[in-house]
């Protein structure tokens, strides 16, 4: 199980050790990834297993949602038993994606609890793929023109991932649909702005140079880890186009199905870090803004348990540097009767970050 196999020839091969292949232009692969499974394996031994069930298929994914997302593990967690499995896949999906270089490996663990869940909850594979083909577009390395751009990004990779966390739990609603669309936009810029610091330190800018040129600033300014006032500029502009879309998202919370609200968990650590940043004046290289805020998991449980049946993310007044005020609620329905947790994960640890 810990042998690596490719996105190309997934499984195809019995005995493979390591296959891999590029990424880039490989549709082949993608159609592979669904036609290569076997529902059983046969050891040499003369054992069959189902793939999806061998218990190293889900350590493997919690494992690596822990050290790569911290934040989408605690709002894994606190899924319904039966989906909270298929979310650890996903999301492992999303980092394998993401930290992948140009020769996609996915460790045949993975592959397998991953197709568990396409099989257990008939996840729409145009989606996965959707996310697969918008990451091969992102190896070309280079900023976004605009913040247009930045969006089409977010919504082909982050909302589509929302989508199919929204089908694992058994919503499909348009009205679901289209605040995940726009919680996605929100979270793919967050992350861009998150990750600035990160990315200058390589010698790589990737935020909107359209609005760079409008303030007159520089890629050598954010390099320089800048906090002049141009520099806050353009990222409070960016920041409000995140705002927006999480106050566009709040719009549709009376139309929302009740069982939605574990999808949507993440819409706590996004409001966390655009209002960790508005205190900061919006100085995205603040120190602060590079911790971990350690109360955020214990918010998420805090806020179900007290709201009830309700998941409220409330914003209060405040003020975008005088340019932009709003207040407003996030209640999404929920079945929240108990915390849900793993019965083989230590949840207090994982809270405390340990």
């Known amino acids: 199980m810990a042998a690596a196999v490719s996105f190309r020839r997934c499984c195809l091969w019995k005995n493979s050790r390591s296959l891999s292949a590029p990424l880039r232009g490989n549709s082949t692969g993608h159609r592979a990834l669904w036609r290569g499974f076997r529902s059983s394996v046969t050891r040499p031994d003369g054992h069959t297993w189902d793939r999806g ?5 889900q350590d493997y994914c919690l494992q ?28 492992a999906f999303n980092v394998e994606l993401a930290q992948a270089g140009k020769r996609l490996r996915f460790p045949e663990n993975h592959c397998a609890e991953l197709w568990r869940a396409v099989r257990k909850h008939h996840l729409t594979k145009s989606w996965l793929l959707r996310i697969i083909r918008e990451r091969e577009k992102d190896l070309e390395d280079r900023a976004y023109r605009n913040l247009s751009e930045l969006e089409t990004y977010s919504e082909n990779t982050q ?15 348009v009205h679901a649909d289209h605040a995940a669309s726009h919680i996605g936009k929100a979270q793919g810029i967050v992350t861009c702005l998150r990750a600035t ?41 960016i920041a409000s186009q995140a705002h927006a879309h999480l106050q566009h998202a709040r719009s549709f919370r009376h139309n929302v199905p009740p069982h939605a609200a574990p999808a949507f968990l993440h819409t706590v650590s996004l409001e966390d870090y655009l209002q960790r940043l508005r ?24 806020r179900r348990e007290v709201y009830g049946p309700y998941l ?43």
């Open 53 to 57: 069930e061998a218990p190293e298929n």
């Open 64 to 91: 690596l949602v822990r050290s790569r997302d911290y934040e989408g593990l605690v709002c894994s967690l606190l899924f319904p038993e039966e989906a909270r499995r298929s979310s650890l896949a996903l999301r």
């Open 159 to 173: 909302s589509s991932l929302l989508y199919l966390l929204l089908e694992a739990v058994g919503i499909k609603d």
């Open 197 to 237: 610091p990160y990315h200058c330190s390589r010698r790589r800018v990737y935020l909107p140079m359209d609005l760079c040129l409008q303030h007159g600033v520089s890629q050598e300014q954010f390099l320089r880890f800048s906090r002049e006032q141009s520099v806050r500029d353009v990222v409070f502009d």
């Open 279 to 302: 205190r900061v004046d919006f100085d995205v290289f603040h120190p602060s803004l590079q911790k971990r805020n350690p109360l955020l998991a214990i918010r998420l449980v805090w």
């Open 312 to 354: 409220s993310v409330r914003v209060g007044r405040c003020s975008w540097r005088s340019r932009y005020s709003g207040e407003g609620e996030w209640a999404l329905p929920g079945d929240y009767g108990c915390v849900y947790v793993c019965n083989d994960v230590d949840v207090p640890s994982l809270f405390l970050g340990l």
